[in-house]
């Protein structure tokens, strides 16, 4: 056993309120995990020292050296540039033109590689998830927003600029769309992620005249969140159907659309709405199949996603070993 | 320079009627280019011979021997394993389960790699023609049909079973839309081929009541082709004008969709429909930066391809290139 195979990697998966961390082993296996509050005070420059003191502390608690560390990988929010993991802005954080990567290294002694917070998600997944290892993969994030990676070839796809894998941002209605936070209308997210969601449930109760959960709850509380969708649906809410079945169709299409360009493997579907597990999947599936050629949607397996959480630490490690042996190797 | 580096590749693009065939530099240059007719009889099994005859022949007429030969890239039509160079089926060839690679290899005493013929287009274009060597490039071809070529991180995409790039069977119009030969309605390809722009001219004079020169050519000869439309549209006929916007309205937001995802660094438009130039690029970029997420926009360039017909031979060569230099460095 080579002394990179003992080794643990680090992979810190950031976000605007916490810092996810995790030690892992070369098999993606978590050995630690735990996170600290994101400090974005001073424009975030006390990030990256409040990530190398959490490290050392969490060494010395587990009773094992620096030495004992392989590499870090780490996802962030905002644009990236992944060779020098200079981050051009990232403004949940507060970041403007930040050399992550390279102040990372000084605090932490220790090889740092940065990616897109989706993309070591996808990862994450393809290592030790549900991906399975399949080497071409789409993993899509339904949270408050729609987020995707994409993996081909067993690589991560960046795109020239690093926005690949903005799979939120296809447009899915041309025309009379609802605005998205990116300035365009009509973007998938306005209809597949939680906000969408909800959006759409609210639009069908203001204008359907059926007694309903949905239009109860509505008349209750004053406002529908994603979950009120699932919960009515799980009751047999004709008009939660109605909106799933809205939400379905069109990300059936966008999804068949982007596996008849990529012929992926897996389809991992992630992020709290995922939470809906087949009751998504089914009808999704039924609208993939409709829109994508046969032999694409024959070789093309939906999941949903296993890690949770963890998918960011354990994309992360993969990412730093991956780098790391690619380098030494 | 090193033996590999003064020997040239063998390029062979198949199609249903003619075989192309180039002896090319490491450089990507055309040393000889020729074709000889596709043989389809027998299930097309006399091809393979055809083309280790005609390689021969060629050697001769140039006063070269064999050894000048390093590798053959081939582009085939159809279904293809690329890591064999297996065909399960080309329809317009005859082939069914047609051990290309092997048959080629043996007849030839050469090593040969096959891909798609799509693709090896779309690397002839990144090598030596628009694309400029971008490592990240879309590839779409006009022609009868949409077909297309993924190019990310430098290396074509074939996904899971050999599919990745059918661009064409991205659905454009989700309900209502024409039959697509693929068994599929709405496809990209039955309204962006050349097939497909001929059949919007001829339902946009079904339905036009004003004068146009479309309706004139069209009362004429009783139907209408895609030159049809960009010959009336270069006479600023207004019928023209509507086809061709609806046909770049959906292309527009097909590529843009596509390059949410993939964030291209050169979209190279190709196959005859291109050969309309300004007249189709110009609406299509419009349409394309308002569906585009504007880092994506800003950072992806319209061009159309350069190579026309050696763009398969040349993106042959390359492929033989690589897969040697990738084999016995």
């Given at each position: 056993m080579s002394t990179t195979t003992k080794k643990w990697y680090v992979g810190v998966d950031l976000g605007g309120t916490t810092i996810k961390m995790a030690f892992i082993t070369s098999y993606g296996e978590i050995v630690s995990k735990w996170e600290i509050p994101t400090n974005t005070e001073d424009g975030g420059i006390h990030i990256t020292m409040d990530i190398a003191k959490s490290i050392d502390h969490k060494l010395n608690e587990l009773n094992q050296e620096k030495e004992h560390l392989a590499a870090i990988g780490m996802g962030a929010p905002g644009f990236i540039e992944m060779e020098t993991g200079f981050i051009y802005q990232a403004v949940n954080i507060g970041?403007?033109?930040?050399p992550l990567k390279d102040r990372l290294e000084v605090e932490t002694g220790l090889p740092v590689t940065v990616d897109n917070d989706a993309n070591i998600a996808a990862l994450g997944e393809m290592w030790r998830g549900a991906g399975d290892g399949a080497k071409n993969l789409l993993c899509v994030t339904l949270g408050t927003g729609v987020g995707g990676g994409i993996i081909a070839n067993g690589q991560i796809l960046h795109g020239a600029s690093g926005?690949?894998?903005?799979?939120?941002?296809?447009?899915?209605?041309?025309?009379g769309g609802a605005p998205c936070n990116c300035g365009k209308t009509g973007c998938l997210e306005t209809i597949a992620s939680a906000t969408g969601i909800a959006r759409l449930a609210t639009e069908a109760v203001a204008v359907s005249n059926e007694p309903s959960l949905l239009k109860e709850q509505f008349d209750t509380l004053g406002s529908l969140t994603s979950k009120d969708v699932f919960e009515a649906l799980a009751k047999g809410d004709h008009l939660a159907e109605q909106v799933l079945d809205e939400t379905a169709s069109y990300l059936g299409v966008a999804i068949a659309n982007l596996s008849n360009a990529l012929n992926p493997e897996k389809i991992v579907i992630g992020g709290g709405?995922?939470?809906a597990g087949d009751a998504l999947l089914e009808p999704l599936r039924t609208y993939f199949n409709q829109y994508a050629l046969e032999r694409v949607a024959s070789s093309a397996e939906f999941k949903i996603a296993t890690l949770g959480n963890d998918a960011g630490v354990i994309g992360g490690a993969w990412l730093a070993k991956q780098k790391l042996t690619k380098t030494h190797y």
């Open positions: 970041w403007k033109d930040f926005m690949a894998g903005e799979i939120g941002h296809i447009t899915s209605v041309t025309k709405v995922s939470k």
